[in-house]
């Protein structure tokens, strides 16, 4: 397994994950934004799955720092035992 760090040099620590949870509704304002009701919302863990980068379509990464990184940025810096 390799270890890798953002161009800044710092080291990647976390995958950003979306996870579809569908929340009930009052309706809709005129900005159309939703308007949340108080019946709160049912999280589909089995649709978990990494963030892709909108443009390169590789998975995005966070360093240390909190930073987002797409994996075609990011720069090997060995092997992990």
Do not use: C
């Not at 270890?3 to 990647?12: M, N």
Request: net charge negative; no cysteine; charged share 30%.
């Amino acid at each position: 397994m390799a270890a890798y760090e953002s161009p800044t040099g710092r080291k990647i620590i976390d995958v950003i994950e979306v996870v579809r949870n569908i929340v009930a509704i009052d309706g809709i304002d005129e900005k159309g934004e939703p308007i949340y009701g108080s019946a709160g919302g049912d999280v589909d863990w089995d649709s978990q799955v990494p963030l892709r980068h909108a443009e390169s379509g590789h998975i995005v990464y966070l360093d240390e720092a909190g930073d987002e990184w797409p994996f075609d940025k990011l720069n090997k810096i060995g092997e992990d035992d």
